[in-house]
């Protein structure tokens, strides 16, 4: 099947201060496929696509539109060839409503005045054709990042976007709304629009891309046809190596209680029902347990009553035998809680100060970086951070005097998790630790909540991912709407039972 | 009663303009601590306008050149701010500050180069409008009307529907809520901010035209604007960056603003023998406490003093 | 080089001019001293500069002084009480230069010479010799008595038939001040005479000395609540004054420091109205109430430099106020005899003159105490205290 | 390879802040040009001599004490900005805690007679007290330090007004002279007045500033406690996430930042240099130009000490412009200017930083060309498709 190129990208090396992010990368996207991006993090691939969208210029190279060279200054020229794109981290107005961003840029109107019911005719038509369930007046800020991904869709769409990117589309969704993006982005392929795929999951690449690229540290490796390929020979292309899916562990024996949580319940903060209700549990040392389900039913604010990022409004929380319920933050970090936090931006990291000074974010004021009057001691950071960053292989441009917010996502995690683990917890809370990382990265933190689990620590594992939940831990939780629903034991149950508990179809009666 | 409401409306018009180039400039992101210096500037060339229109010319007329000069003056001024903080993405509060400083002791600097060029002996920073002044008013019984307060209104209503029922406010607001969204979309960010400071510079401009000519018929600029141009801001927040709630706001510090000159017009106030300044602070002292029960939820636009990068994510 | 220690050439001297706070602009004493003494330049021929100081202290004044002097200027005018400390600390630096002050009395000089001397001052005046604390060997201090024009003003003012009376001032500085209370003085006076009970003055300070839409607003009361006539004394403060009076019919300003009928009139009538306009607008002037700040300096100037007679001026402070009984125009403090709008049977310029004469004589009294209040000199009329508008 | 020392952060900032001073120079030069072409260069020079006016040694070092007294408010004024930016907070309350410095040690020195250490002290919590409100504000009631700010300081402004009219005479805007009042209140000389030909007015207010920068510094960067309050202010979330109390992290910046500047204006009317003038209708400028030194200063304790000193320095110059030319304005005129062109540092830095790579990327470029062989290139092919 020798379609014709939608779009080819020749040549194209887009340089930053110190890395070459493109290194020459040709990418030829054929009309009606869906063509995939795959390469760890830090590949270049994010770039190569914002070079296609305008945001970047790049150094070399030519783009071409059905086999003729075209230039994209910016995402204005893009929009005129009809190139969209789902961003990364979606490009949405919050205090907007749905409508107002889908028609945002290419507003009807009539005399410079907004025409809006008869955008909004034409977004709920789209909306129907293509199954894609939205609110149009709803705030974008009030709304599920299920509903907020359609809306970014419906965008394209109403743009009447013949080029399609999504940027890691499916890594803040539900297993439910990715089945149902792939079912869209088959019809629009079928419909003949081009899209172009990001993702880390290799399963979602075999399962839905006619093609895939690969990029590693900013190089071309190659293009395959999914259907001639399998998961291993990509995960090979991506990181150079083999890589492991399944996480290898022994048997947990689980010791004394480390975490006892009574008929805890945590307020909402958006609406008036308690976000978690009545909830009990125990963590044992030496297990994994994973709270699993859908996002919104009460997960973080679970943890941030845990954690103390929020106060719990009823219920009792132990540690090691010491009733923390009330207990401010730092003690409870002295008294050996570790905490990788859901929002790596918003509570992870200081993202203005050095990777060093966030390395010791949970440590400073411990006599070894800080002495008796007060100063800090920045030979026993720098030392301190060094290590971390070697053993954990937190990659950066300028080592430990990079600025947080000048390293990708991936390695940001990364130096989350180091810090976390090696403060040598009792009880690591690790609320999605993988986001956003790619394989060889989720590798190593599940190895690393597996060694941890091994050294005879507790781990409470939040996620949403079902193959995590299904891998890594030794007891599953599910919560539905604030409770917990059920307690299931990974390697008895199956992802089918798992997604009837998560949907709130099926529910036991959780002794204690 | 009537003085109180004539005075309300004056200082409410020169707030309610001021607050609303403010609104317009934040809502396209970018924060215009400046005010103060454009509305001097404002009033210079409105000022100046007035002294070089010939005495005879039609009261329309007049008003509609120096209403034109001081808008002009306020969005050249105002450009200063627009392409050291878009263009070059200039710390807006420095920036800001700096027009303040710079906007007093250059018009200052102007009108004493001006009025030494026309009388040696005359070293004064002082402009005279009496003439002039009278274009802009209308007895009607004894409440002064100025038109000025119908061009506020006005400019209040069109603000209004400019925001909220246009395609340029829906770009607008976005560019200072997020402008790479909004780039994405293929708006212009960098034209649109310009946009909303160059309005902003417009609506400053003429607040400092209205405020020297609401009392006197001569200005000294070297006295500046009293602090309007921050009292606008403080009008602005809140008012929550949104038209109708900023006139609400304008007209509830401009009352007060009267009534600590007027009160002496009121019996029952005259007994209560409150020093005048406690009715000065008033206005502050309320919205400090207004803010106060009210900004948990109060949300200036999300990105705001921050420089756009088109890169950035 | 110079044979006559007295001076007598004028080619010797070069006069320089400190301004106070305000700059020669302040339709005040800072701007009538200052083209006093050009006038006096320009007419001898003397080099004239002025200078004004960067802040509003002590330290910045002595700093200009100092700067005129090295620039060679020998003969330094300043006009206002703040340079009392300013006098006390570099007069005695520059035994070669005089300083002429006006406006500084011997309290202001005290204030600062007794600390010199490390003593504690109890802002009295009468109770110290000045000589032991200030070296007053090259300093001439003049100060007027403004609160016989004051009183003058208004004594008039109730004469020609107001009874509804306000007094707008400046700054609450001594000079203002000392006008505030010969006017209340003169009110009060005139009412006693007419044995009137009703008459009511307005006493308020604006805290600046030029007008702004509060002052205006304030002004704006007073006439809609009956006030028929405001002494607006300090600078440019009358343009708020007079901005609330041209609103309402009839109303009236009295003008200070000088004859202000025509600046006044048109300031009323604007920038490019015609004669006949502005003279309509000088019936808005009732009269003024003047002191003789550019006379005396430029006939100090023309006596010391020009006459050489600077033995009879330095080392004294000296009062201006009457110094004729029979002809009102010869004092340093009056009304105008052109512009007030006299009335017969009322108040004629033959009234305004046997005034005079009786408070040359000392018949009529008038106090110029500034510790007291406002209040305190009423005895017929009720004075409503306002304060300061801001 | 050497290290350029271009690329030193600090160096740049001095270029970057010299670069501003020389530009906003030259355009006042030429607004000069365009009034009066006759005088433009005298003016310029006798505002960039300021103290060198004078002839005599001794003359030119008391009018540098003279300086030198009001650097040293204006320095704490703009600590106190520095120190609330770096921590991610805008102080434009500084204004107004500085106007609660002058009121508080005024009146407990004219009033009460106290000497001169209590009235610092005083005057130092009355700054603290309003930070405290702003910073209470802000953490508990979401309500902009910006705003809160602008608010304080008019408040404060008319109270100063109101308490200070009970320490003056009747017929005088200004407080009492400290030196005669109350002359224990007089901050001591410790013989560095006489430094400056005895200039009276110097004394323990410059030591006590320049200690101050020190101590921002040493605080902010070398720190636990300046660890925390950065980490407060840049990400407050994660401040709280970590263990800070970030509430207190914020009350206790603006705290310490009213301290700075409530103790900055005791610097000055401890001096007894200043009075207070009771009608006085804005807040005094030092806060906001504490703004502008803060950044001329490169938002370093150090660099602030200069830029102080050189905002002063100018506008103290500005007196000695010939008046019958131009005016006094002209020098706040020229400081603005510098103010205003501070807001393009980072761009100049940036500038700077391109320009210094492409020199080494042209330099790396030669080296390779030189040393390496012809390339061979077997990667050729990668970029097709398969
Ligand atoms: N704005 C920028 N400034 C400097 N360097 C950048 C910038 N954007 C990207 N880079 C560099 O380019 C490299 C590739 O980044 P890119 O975002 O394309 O990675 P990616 O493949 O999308 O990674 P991920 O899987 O983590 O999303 C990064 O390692 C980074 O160092
Ligand atoms: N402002 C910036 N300055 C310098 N480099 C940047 C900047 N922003 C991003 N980068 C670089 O871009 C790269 C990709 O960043 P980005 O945040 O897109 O990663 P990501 O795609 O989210 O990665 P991950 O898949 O790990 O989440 C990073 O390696 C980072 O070094
Ligand atoms: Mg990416
Ligand atoms: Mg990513």
């Known amino acids: 099947?020798?379609?014709?190129?939608?779009?080819?990208?020749?040549?194209?090396?887009?340089?930053?201060?110190?890395?070459?992010?493109?290194?020459?990368?040709?990418?030829?996207?054929?009309?009606?496929?869906?063509?995939?991006?795959?390469?760890?993090?830090?590949?270049?691939?994010?770039?190569?696509?914002?070079?296609?969208?305008?945001?970047?210029?790049?150094?070399?190279?030519?783009?071409?539109?059905?086999?003729?060279?075209?230039?994209?200054?910016?995402?204005?020229?893009?929009?005129?060839?009809?190139?969209?794109?789902?961003?990364?981290?979606?490009?949405?107005?919050?205090?907007?409503?749905?409508?107002?961003n889908i028609i945002m840029g290419v507003e009807p109107t009539k005399m410079g005045f907004l025409q809006k019911k008869e955008a909004r005719a034409r977004v709920m038509e789209l909306s129907e054709r293509y199954g894609l369930k939205i609110d149009p007046d709803a705030l974008i800020e009030d709304i599920t990042v299920g509903m907020q991904q359609r809306t970014e869709i419906l965008k394209m769409l109403y743009r009447d976007n013949e080029i399609l990117i999504f940027d890691e589309p499916t890594a803040v969704l539900t297993p439910q709304e990715i089945d149902e993006l792939m079912e869209i982005m088959r019809n629009l392929a079928a419909e003949g629009k081009s899209i172009l795929f990001i993702s880390h999951k290799l399963n979602e690449i075999m399962a839905v891309s006619d093609r895939c690229t690969v990029l590693r540290k900013g190089k071309y490796i190659g293009t395959v046809e999914t259907k001639d390929t399998s998961v291993e020979q990509l995960s090979a292309m991506m990181v150079g190596h083999d890589v492991n899916f399944h996480v290898q562990k022994k048997p947990a024996q689980p010791g004394e209680v480390v975490l006892n949580v009574e008929h805890m319940t945590v307020a909402s903060k958006m609406h008036k029902k308690n976000a978690v209700r009545d909830v009990s549990f125990k963590v044992r040392k030496g297990e994994i347990v994973c709270i699993a389900g859908i996002d919104g039913n009460g997960q973080t604010e679970l943890v941030y009553g845990l954690t103390g990022l929020e106060p719990v409004a009823g219920g009792k929380v132990t540690m090691c035998g010491t009733d923390i319920t009330k207990m401010p933050i730092r003690k409870r970090n002295i008294l050996g809680m570790s905490h990788i936090p859901e929002d790596r931006h918003k509570h992870g990291l200081v993202l203005d100060y050095s990777l060093e000074d966030n390395l010791v974010l949970e440590r400073y004021f411990e006599p070894e970086f800080t002495s008796r009057a007060g100063f800090l001691r920045r030979d026993n950071i720098r030392k301190y951070a060094e290590n971390l960053i070697d053993e954990y292989d937190i990659r950066s441009g300028q080592g430990p005097i990079t600025m947080a917010r000048s390293m990708s996502g991936g390695n940001q995690q990364k130096a989350i998790v180091a810090r976390e683990i090696d403060k040598d917890p009792e009880l690591l809370v690790a609320v999605q630790p993988t986001r956003g990382l790619d394989v060889g990265a989720i590798e190593n933190v599940h190895k690393e909540l597996v060694a941890q689990r091994d050294a005879g620590k507790a781990v409470l594992l939040v996620s949403l991912e079902l193959d995590e939940v299904m891998d890594v831990p030794d007891r599953i939780l599910v919560m539905y709407e604030g409770e917990i629903v059920g307690e299931l034991d990974p390697k008895a149950t199956t992802q089918e039972e798992l997604g009837l508990y998560m949907a709130g179809a099926k529910r036991d009666e959780v002794k204690e | 009663m009537v003085l109180l409401l004539q005075y309300t409306l004056t200082f409410a018009s020169v707030l309610i303009l001021v607050a609303l180039g403010g609104c317009f400039s934040e809502h396209s992101g970018v924060i215009n601590l400046g005010l103060e210096g454009v509305m001097i500037m404002g009033a210079l060339g409105g000022a100046l306008a007035m002294r070089y229109m010939p005495t005879n010319s039609t009261p329309i007329a007049m008003l509609l050149v120096v209403l034109l000069a001081a808008a002009l003056v306020g969005l050249i001024y105002s450009s200063l701010l627009a392409v050291a903080c878009i263009n070059f993405k200039a710390d807006q509060t420095i920036v800001g500050t700096a027009l303040n400083m710079l906007g007093l002791a250059g018009a200052t600097v102007i009108v004493k180069a001006i009025n030494t060029a026309a009388n040696p002996d005359d070293v004064s920073s002082t402009i005279q409008f009496a003439g002039a002044k009278r274009s802009f008013l209308v007895n009607i019984g004894s409440f002064e009307f100025s038109w000025f307060m119908l061009v506020t209104l006005i400019l209040l209503i069109v603000s209004y529907v400019l925001l909220y029922k246009t395609r340029f406010g829906l770009r607008l607001m976005a560019c200072g809520e997020h402008p790479q969204a909004a780039n994405s979309v293929g708006i212009s960010v960098y034209k649109m901010r310009w946009a909303g400071v160059l309005i902003s510079g417009v609506l400053g401009g003429l607040g400092g035209i209205v405020f020297i000519t609401a009392g006197v018929s001569e200005w000294r600029f070297e006295y500046g604007v009293a602090g309007f141009g921050f009292l606008s801001l403080a009008v602005m927040i809140f008012g929550q960056w949104k038209p109708t709630r900023i006139a609400?706001?304008?007209?509830?510090?401009?009352?007060?603003?009267?009534?600590?000159?007027?009160?002496?017009?009121?019996?029952?106030?005259?007994?209560?023998?409150?020093?005048?300044?406690?009715?000065?602070?008033?206005?502050?002292?309320?919205?400090?406490?207004?803010?106060?029960?009210?900004?948990?939820?109060?949300?200036?636009?999300?990105?705001?003093?921050?420089?756009?990068?088109?890169?950035?994510? | 080089?110079?044979?006559?220690?007295?001076?007598?050439?004028?080619?010797?001297?070069?006069?320089?001019?400190?301004?106070?706070?305000?700059?020669?602009?302040?339709?005040?004493?800072?701007?009538?001293?200052?083209?006093?003494?050009?006038?006096?330049?320009?007419?001898?021929?003397?080099?004239?500069?002025?200078?004004?100081?960067?802040?509003?202290?002590?330290?910045?004044?002595?700093?200009?002084?100092?700067?005129?002097?090295?620039?060679?200027?020998?003969?330094?005018?300043?006009?206002?009480?703040?340079?009392?400390?300013?006098?006390?600390?570099?007069?005695?630096?520059?035994?070669?230069?005089?300083?002429?002050?006006?406006?500084?009395?011997?309290?202001?000089?005290?204030?600062?010479?007794?600390?010199?001397?490390?003593?504690?001052?109890?802002?009295?005046?009468?109770?110290?010799?000045?000589?032991?604390?200030?070296?007053?060997?090259?300093?001439?201090?003049?100060?007027?008595?403004?609160?016989?024009?004051?009183?003058?003003?208004?004594?008039?003012?109730?004469?020609?038939?107001?009874?509804?009376?306000?007094?707008?001032?400046?700054?609450?500085?001594?000079?203002?001040?000392?006008?505030?209370?010969?006017?209340?003085?003169?009110?009060?006076?005139?009412?006693?005479?007419?044995?009137?009970?009703?008459?009511?003055?307005?006493?308020?300070?604006?805290?600046?000395?030029?007008?702004?839409?509060?002052?205006?607003?304030?002004?704006?009361?007073?006439?809609?609540?009956?006030?028929?006539v405001v002494f607006a004394c300090g600078g440019g403060i009358f343009t708020s004054a007079v901005d609330a009076a041209k609103k309402v019919n009839g109303a009236k300003v009295i003008g200070v420091d000088v004859d202000q009928a025509g600046v006044i009139a048109s300031y009323a009538a604007g920038e490019g109205a015609d004669q006949a306009t502005i003279d309509g607008y000088k019936a808005l002037t009732v009269t003024s109430a003047m002191k003789g700040l550019y006379p005396a300096t430029f006939d100090t100037l023309t006596d010391v430099i020009v006459n050489g007679k600077w033995d009879n001026y330095k080392g004294k402070i000296v009062t201006l106020g009457l110094v004729s009984a029979d002809d009102p125009t010869l004092n340093y403090v009056q009304i105008p005899m052109e512009s007030t709008q006299w009335k017969d049977g009322a108040f004629t310029k033959d009234d305004y003159k046997t005034m005079v004469k009786a408070m040359f004589d000392g018949t009529v009294k008038v106090s110029n105490d500034t510790s007291k209040a406002a209040k305190d000199f009423a005895t017929v009329i009720t004075v409503d205290d306002q304060g300061q508008i801001k | 390879m050497k290290k350029n020392i271009l690329k030193n952060d600090g160096v740049q900032s001095l270029l970057a802040s010299l670069i501003c001073i020389l530009l906003g120079l030259l355009i006042g030069f030429i607004v000069l040009l365009f009034i009066n072409p006759s005088g433009a260069g005298e003016a310029i020079t006798a505002v960039i001599k300021n103290f060198l006016n004078y002839s005599k040694a001794a003359t030119q070092a008391k009018y540098l004490g003279n300086t030198l007294v009001k650097t040293a408010p204006l320095l704490m004024c703009a600590l106190s900005i520095l120190f609330a930016y770096k921590v991610g907070l805008f102080n434009i309350g500084a204004a107004g805690q500085y106007c609660a410095g002058v009121a508080l040690s005024l009146y407990a020195a004219l009033a009460w007679g106290w000497g001169w250490l209590p009235c610092m002290l005083l005057a130092m919590l009355g700054g603290m007290v309003l930070g405290a409100i702003s910073g209470l504000l802000k953490s508990y009631c979401n309500v902009n330090e910006v705003i809160s700010g602008i608010m304080l300081n008019w408040i404060v402004l008319y109270l100063t007004n109101m308490l200070l009219t009970n320490v003056k005479e009747a017929t005088s805007p200004y407080t009492f002279v400290l030196a005669h009042k109350n002359p224990s209140a007089i901050l001591p000389s410790l013989g560095i007045g006489s430094l400056f030909n005895n200039n009276g007015y110097v004394g323990l207010a410059l030591p006590l500033s320049v200690l101050a920068a020190v101590a921002v510094w040493v605080v902010l960067e070398k720190t636990r406690f300046g660890y925390e309050l950065r980490a407060t202010g840049n990400n407050k979330n994660a401040a709280k996430y970590c263990g800070m109390a970030e509430k207190r992290n914020i009350i206790l910046t603006l705290v310490i930042s009213g301290a700075l500047a409530g103790l900055g204006a005791a610097m000055l009317y401890l001096t007894g240099y200043e009075q207070w003038q009771c009608s006085t209708s804005s807040v005094p400028g030092m806060g906001f130009n504490g703004?502008?030194?803060?950044?001329?200063?490169?938002?370093?304790?150090?660099?602030?000490?200069?830029?102080?000193?050189?905002?002063?320095?100018?506008?103290?110059?500005?007196?000695?412009?010939?008046?019958?030319?131009?005016?006094?304005?002209?020098?706040?005129?020229?400081?603005?200017?510098?103010?205003?062109?501070?807001?393009?540092?980072?761009?100049?830095?940036?500038?700077?930083?391109?320009?210094?790579?492409?020199r080494e990327e042209k330099a790396t470029l030669k080296e390779k060309e030189q040393s390496e062989t012809p390339p061979a290139d077997a990667n050729t092919g990668k970029g097709g498709d398969q």
């Open chain 1, 1 to 100: 099947m020798d379609r014709p190129y939608a779009i080819e990208m020749v040549h194209i090396t887009k340089r930053f201060p110190g890395i070459i992010a493109n290194d020459d990368i040709t990418l030829q996207l054929k009309k009606g496929e869906i063509h995939a991006l795959l390469g760890e993090n830090g590949a270049g691939k994010s770039t190569l696509m914002s070079v296609l969208f305008g945001l970047y210029q790049a150094e070399e190279g030519i783009i071409k539109k059905d086999g003729v060279e075209v230039s994209i200054k910016d995402p204005n020229d893009a929009n005129a060839l009809g190139i969209g794109m789902v961003h990364q981290h979606f490009k949405l107005v919050e205090c907007f409503t749905v409508l107002d």
């Open chain 2, 248 to 313: 609400l706001a304008a007209l509830l510090f401009g009352m007060f603003r009267a009534l600590s000159n007027v009160y002496t017009g009121f019996d029952f106030l005259r007994v209560l023998n409150i020093p005048s300044q406690v009715y000065n602070m008033m206005p502050y002292i309320i919205s400090l406490v207004v803010l106060a029960f009210t900004s948990k939820k109060s949300r200036a636009p999300k990105a705001e003093g921050i420089p756009y990068d088109k890169g950035q994510r």
């Open chain 3, 1 to 228: 080089g110079n044979k006559d220690d007295n001076g007598g050439k004028t080619g010797d001297y070069k006069v320089a001019m400190i301004t106070d706070y305000g700059d020669i602009t302040d339709q005040s004493f800072n701007q009538t001293t200052y083209e006093a003494c050009k006038a006096f330049a320009e007419k001898n021929k003397v080099p004239f500069e002025y200078f004004k100081p960067n802040g509003d202290n002590t330290a910045d004044r002595v700093a200009m002084i100092e700067n005129a002097i090295e620039k060679g200027y020998n003969v330094i005018v300043m006009p206002g009480y703040a340079f009392g400390g300013a006098i006390v600390e570099a007069a005695p630096q520059f035994p070669d230069v005089k300083f002429i002050a006006l406006d500084v009395a011997k309290g202001d000089l005290l204030e600062a010479g007794v600390a010199a001397k490390g003593e504690k001052y109890d802002y009295t005046p009468d109770n110290w010799d000045l000589s032991k604390y200030v070296d007053m060997s090259n300093v001439y201090c003049a100060i007027y008595s403004e609160e016989l024009c004051g009183y003058m003003a208004g004594y008039a003012a109730v004469k020609l038939g107001y009874k509804n009376l306000g007094f707008l001032g400046g700054m609450a500085v001594p000079a203002v001040v000392r006008y505030g209370y010969g006017f209340v003085q003169g009110v009060n006076a005139a009412a006693a005479d007419m044995s009137l009970t009703d008459v009511k003055v307005n006493y308020v300070y604006g805290g600046k000395f030029s007008g702004d839409a509060d002052i205006t607003a304030v002004m704006d009361t007073w006439y809609n609540n009956g006030t028929e």
């Open chain 4, 291 to 358: 703004i502008a030194a803060a950044f001329l200063g490169g938002l370093n304790p150090f660099g602030t000490i200069l830029a102080s000193f050189f905002i002063q320095h100018i506008t103290a110059g500005g007196a000695y412009v010939d008046k019958s030319m131009y005016c006094v304005q002209i020098s706040d005129l020229i400081s603005s200017l510098i103010i205003y062109l501070c807001g393009f540092v980072l761009f100049i830095k940036y500038a700077m930083n391109v320009g210094i790579r492409k």
